[in-house]
């Protein structure tokens, strides 16, 4: 997505307004962003770089971690480009290794279509960092250790924010907040009580195969009683000594209240000690959740964007690059047409990803059956043309303008999934 350039001296709708609000709003902003996380900080960016005046929020300080694998996908890679950040501090990475049992397949990412060739690990230490670095140099201004909440007049519409015990104006509100808390709660954009959600855990270890340029995903993980977990391990190398080591699982499974993830990720942990000659965890075990859906994604005044409004792919669990676009798209929707943003933006963002993201929390109700699961994974890593279709249709790597036969079955499992919705919902494993 390029954007037109446009600089504050070029567009007098994004000149300086400070103070024009008298002693009630002491400052105004043309973007307020809740949250310097990717989606904000590509928000920030584009909002900057369009010559418009940004203001970023974090109520963590400069240099947070975010609990996450670390991986990029091709896509993600495509939206760093499109954001004309660097990866020389990334880790380069070829395809993904897909483990079923005693079945492994070392699969190259999908050649050919509008994706690169590669993916990366990128330790979010480091890549939120680069981003968020990378939009102050464009002219946002950051503000860490500052919690922020939109402030709704009284027809709800957001003016603006309270933070750090300032006011300040802002013509559109992006709350870019991460999975929903408070600031989702006063915007009522919450995730809908009944669609599946995910919830993972990750540490670092040392291994000699940091190095490596394959993600490895183990894709059949049990529980303690043996239940079959819709989710993965994987192992994520870094290339600094390091590799990203971690289990996810979806909530559609039966006994998800009881899933201990800690010990899920012990049993990982033995099962790739040998293959990796993993150290002990570098850092305690933490676990943060995968919003999968939300109520509303925007309103008079406000977007929401990344984690902030569901957008993470049920089928990998891959939120970054869900929140790069939503962050480019929403900023450059406002550089448009400030007035009707938040429209255009729930529309866009609905083209671009609802029917994907639909598909995929249907596929989570399915596997949430361990017999489904069992079997399909079977057929899914069968062959290695299988497989390559499997893995092109779970990370969104689908080219719309050459879909190819990955194309054709996401549409075959769109209208499927569609038919069986209902039963599915009905017959859900989770308890
Ligand atoms: C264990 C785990 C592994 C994952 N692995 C991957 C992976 O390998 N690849 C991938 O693509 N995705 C992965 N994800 C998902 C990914 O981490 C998220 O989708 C991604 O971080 C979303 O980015 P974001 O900018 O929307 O939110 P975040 O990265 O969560 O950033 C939100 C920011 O908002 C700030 N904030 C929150 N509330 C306020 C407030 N009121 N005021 C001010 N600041 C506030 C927070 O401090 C934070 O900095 C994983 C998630 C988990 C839990």
């Not at 390029?2 to 043309?30: E, I, N, T, V, W």
């Not at 869900?322 to 047409?337: H, I, Q």
């Not at 969104?396 to 919902?425: H, I, K, Y």
Request: overall charge neutral.
């Amino acid at each position: 997505m390029q954007l037109s350039p446009l600089s504050q001296q070029d567009d007098a709708r994004f000149a300086p307004k400070r103070g024009d609000h008298g002693g009630l709003m002491s400052q105004h902003y043309d973007l307020a962003v809740i949250g310097a996380g990717p989606a904000g900080a590509a928000a920030a960016i584009t909002g900057a770089r369009g010559g418009a005046r940004v203001l970023v929020v974090d109520q963590a300080p400069y240099g947070r971690d975010k609990v996450c694998g670390d991986g990029l996908t091709p896509r993600a890679v495509a939206a760093l480009a499109d954001l004309d950040i660097p990866l020389d501090d990334a880790h380069l990475i070829d395809g993904l290794r897909m483990i079923a049992g005693k079945r492994i397949r070392e699969l190259a990412w999908p050649a050919g279509g509008r994706f690169p060739g590669h993916g990366a690990v990128w330790p979010r230490k480091r890549l939120d960092a680069a981003l968020i670095d990378a939009a102050a140099a464009a002219g946002a201004e950051i503000r860490w250790d500052t919690a922020g909440e939109p402030i709704l007049d009284a027809d709800g519409r957001a003016i603006g924010l309270r933070a750090g015990g300032e006011t300040v104006h802002a013509d559109l509100v992006v709350a870019a907040t991460g999975a929903p808390g408070k600031v989702a709660r006063m915007l009522g954009a919450e995730r809908v009580a009944d669609e599946p959600f995910g919830l993972a855990i990750r540490a670092y270890v040392e291994s000699p195969r940091h190095l490596d340029k394959h993600l490895e995903a183990c894709l059949t993980l049990t529980d303690e009683t043996g239940i079959s977990v819709p989710g993965y391990g994987w192992m994520f190398p870094a290339g600094d000594g390091t590799v990203n080591i971690g289990v996810g699982a979806l909530s559609t499974m039966k006994s998800f209240k009881q899933l201990n993830l800690n010990r899920l990720l012990d049993s990982y942990r033995a099962l790739v000690a040998d293959s990796w000659e993993v150290g002990p965890y570098l850092d305690r075990p933490r676990a943060w959740r995968l919003p999968m859906s939300t109520t509303k994604r925007h309103g008079p005044g406000w977007v929401a964007i990344g984690d902030a409004a569901g957008l993470v792919n049920p089928m990998n669990g891959e939120g970054i690059d869900y929140g790069l676009e939503s962050g480019m798209l929403a900023a450059s929707l406002f550089l448009d047409d400030p007035a009707m943003a938040p429209e255009r933006y729930d529309v866009e963002i609905g083209e671009r990803f609802d029917r994907f993201l639909r598909t995929g929390r249907r596929f989570a109700f399915l596997i949430g059956h361990p017999w489904i699961l069992r079997s399909g994974l079977r057929v899914a890593v069968g062959t290695d043309a299988i497989a390559k279709i499997t893995l092109q249709v779970m990370g969104n790597l689908v080219d719309s303008s050459t879909p190819g036969a990955a194309g054709r079955v996401l549409g075959l499992a769109d209208r499927g999934l569609a038919v069986a919705d209902p039963v599915l919902r009905r017959t859900r494993a989770a308890a």
